[in-house]
């Protein structure tokens, strides 16, 4: 078990729509980093956050946000959803830079 | 980040050790090696990192050349939980995110 938290661990929805993906990171972690892995794509690195802030940013299409809130926690939100956005979203933290991150086991996306 | 060169795959025999073979020939003074893994859709894995020492954990040892252009993951004693997708990772600092690659496919024989 990372300690890092990510919910819904599955979700099914249909195309044009908007989902909420939430992450809780490991206690004292102030790094959040969302990761989004499909079939032909491997792990490819959409956005940062440290502290509240955004720190670096990815492939992140412009449908998707993010943000971190002031408990730390984060939530990455895709709208438009199309068929190619079904993936496996990963959440990350670390404590601070050169620290290992640490992924929860990802939510399901399937977009029908 | 400097490229990494990684075997596509590659078999081990259980209770044997696995060395996990890593060219990151364009690697600069500050980067780090990171190694994690994938079993079968779960979230990536922190093995081990070092920048120019070898290290030892729990779970593996990381050689990493003296010129630092490549780098061996060793897992001691390889069983079939150790089957998974190994990546090797090098990371600028102060440069925060991993970029991983397509990694090395690792099956574990019984």
């Known amino acids: 078990d990372s300690g890092v938290t990510q919910t819904p661990k599955h979700l099914i929805t249909a195309t044009g729509q908007r989902v909420t993906l939430r992450c809780s990171p490991r206690?004292?972690?102030?790094?959040v980093y969302w990761y989004q892995q499909s079939l032909d794509q491997g792990l490819q690195f959409l956005i940062q956050?440290?502290?509240?802030?955004?720190?670096a940013k990815g492939n992140i299409l412009e449908r998707f946000s993010a943000q971190q809130f002031p408990d730390l926690h984060s939530e990455l939100n895709l709208s438009s959803l199309e068929l190619g956005d079904s993936a496996l979203y990963f959440c990350?933290?670390?404590?601070?830079?050169?620290?290992?991150?640490?992924f929860g086991n990802g939510t399901r996306l399937t977009v029908t | 980040d400097a490229k990494t060169t990684q075997p596509t795959s590659m078999d081990c025999a259980e209770g044997r050790a696995a060395n996990l073979p890593c060219n990151h020939s364009t690697i600069s003074g500050n980067e780090y090696v990171y190694w994690y893994r994938q079993i079968h859709s779960q979230g990536p894995q922190y093995i081990i990192h070092?920048?120019?020492n070898n290290e030892t954990n729990e779970m593996a040892s990381l050689i990493i050349t003296e010129d630092r252009k490549s780098s061996t993951l060793i897992l001691p004693h390889a069983t079939l939980r150790d089957t998974a997708v190994y990546y090797c990772i090098v990371r600028v600092d102060p440069d925060y995110k991993l970029s991983f690659g397509a990694g090395t496919t690792v099956t574990v024989r019984a």
């Open positions: 206690s004292g972690d102030l790094s």
């Open positions: 070092g920048l120019k």
């Open positions: 956050y440290y502290n509240g802030e955004e720190r």
């Open positions: 990350a933290s670390s404590v601070e830079r050169r620290s290992p991150l640490h």
